[in-house]
């Protein structure tokens, strides 16, 4: 049977998603967790969406989110609460936080400090003003859906943020931001890009930003090296995968990639 075919028996789906095949290649169990929707979104893919919302819908960038300001929250607590050494650690303060997230997930919203919105405001205001913004990448903005694209032994499916006929994707860095370029390996983005690429033919702009005033932005672009980079690490998830769903254990944590070299 075909890779596709075995996820739909496995899981009720016969795509994969970039998400699903960079955890698969950090660990099967996570992967498996992931297919059977046990996670939820990490804290850069909160990042990414808040710049996107402020640079693309820009007149109304708090659409989606259920924005949350947790210093009121901490003045709405008990005194003895609000005295603590450290209030945002109490178990009062972690009950209210949790209420609040629930009520953001029983809306549809994206639940974000107002300390991070306020962030992603001012990153985006300081990016707007580099060169390669105003002269690259200004142009139209739309998101772009593929489903049951074939990309080597799998199928498919994502949504990409196009802006100028170009792939955008948002990044963050405490670190400098011309330093990051070890994480397009680290981090699997060279095998997102390849999948990318080719499920709908463009190249790809990383947009990495300082977290630090001045907020200083770096632009990397895919080439060549870092498509047959992502292309050869595919390849080795993807049979991983078939061989972890061909042998399938009754716990996924005692599966072990191994292999002779």
Do not use: C
Not at 172 to 177: G, I, K
Not at 182 to 194: F, G, P, T, V
Not at 223 to 247: C, H, M, P, R, S
């Amino acid at each position: 049977m075909s890779l596709s075919t075995d996820l739909n028996t496995k899981y009720g789906r016969s795509y994969l998603t970039f998400e699903d095949v960079d955890r698969a290649q950090k660990d099967i169990s996570v992967f498996d967790d992931g297919m059977n929707g046990n996670l939820s979104s990490s804290e850069e893919e909160v990042f990414v969406q808040l710049m996107q919302s402020q640079l693309i819908n820009p007149d109304n960038p708090e659409n989606g989110f259920f924005i949350v300001d947790e210093d009121e929250v901490v003045e709405g607590m008990t005194s003895a609460s609000k005295n603590a050494s450290a209030p945002k650690e109490t178990l009062e303060f972690e009950r209210e936080i949790n209420t609040l997230k629930q009520q953001a997930e029983d809306k549809g919203l994206l639940y974000v400090t107002k300390a991070e919105f306020d962030l992603s405001n001012t990153m985006a205001t300081r990016l707007k003003k580099s060169f390669t913004w105003q002269n690259a990448l200004s142009g139209q903005h739309f998101g772009e859906i593929f489903s049951s694209s074939t990309v080597d032994s799998g199928t498919f499916s994502g949504e990409v943020n196009t802006i100028s006929g170009s792939i955008v994707s948002f990044k963050q860095t405490p670190n400098e931001a011309d330093e990051w370029e070890s994480e397009i390996s680290s981090k699997n983005y060279d095998m997102e890009a390849y999948i990318n690429y080719m499920a709908t033919g463009k190249s790809t702009y990383w947009i990495v930003q300082e977290t630090t005033a001045p907020y200083l932005a770096a632009f990397y672009k895919s080439g060549t090296t870092i498509l047959n980079a992502g292309k050869t690490k595919l390849g080795v998830v993807l049979t991983n995968i078939q061989d972890f769903l061909d042998d399938y254990p009754t716990d996924p944590d005692e599966y072990a990639y191994s292999k002779t070299l």
